[in-house]
């Protein structure tokens, strides 16, 4: 399982590349394989400022779907243009093409709560 060292990431296995006072949000490596093959992806948040832990959107797979939790306060500024026609970009590339969104973070004290690789690797006890 791959778990860069240059991101944060949640329990709820969202991860987090902060670029200045931005930031990049996906799901996991761990989460798109659990999760299965990706069919869907919704996300309708763009331009809302949203609570750390508030649902940013949706993932639609073969099995299931989950909701997606922000992992700090911030304002939705992007949504990934390619989700729309090829969610399984997830699957296939959770840390780079796949990734879900782009804030503008509220409060950058609040990445400090979140989980580093060893953390996330503890946590998912791989």
Not at 27 to 38: C, H, M, S
């Amino acid at each position: 399982m791959n778990i860069p060292e240059n991101l944060k990431y949640t329990k709820d296995h969202e991860w987090l590349r902060v670029e200045g006072d931005e930031a990049f949000v996906g799901i996991t490596d761990f989460a798109q394989g659990e999760l299965g093959d990706i069919v869907f992806i919704e996300i309708e948040t763009e331009g809302e400022t949203l609570e750390k832990e508030e649902v940013f959107g949706t993932v639609e797979a073969v099995k299931t779907v989950s909701d997606l939790l922000m992992p700090v306060t911030g304002e939705v500024i992007e949504i990934n243009p390619n989700l729309e026609d090829t969610p399984e970009i997830v699957n296939k590339d959770p840390y780079g093409k796949g990734w879900l969104i782009k804030i503008k973070i509220s409060d950058l004290a609040e990445v400090n709560d979140l989980l580093d690789a060893a953390a996330y690797k503890q946590h998912t006890n791989a």
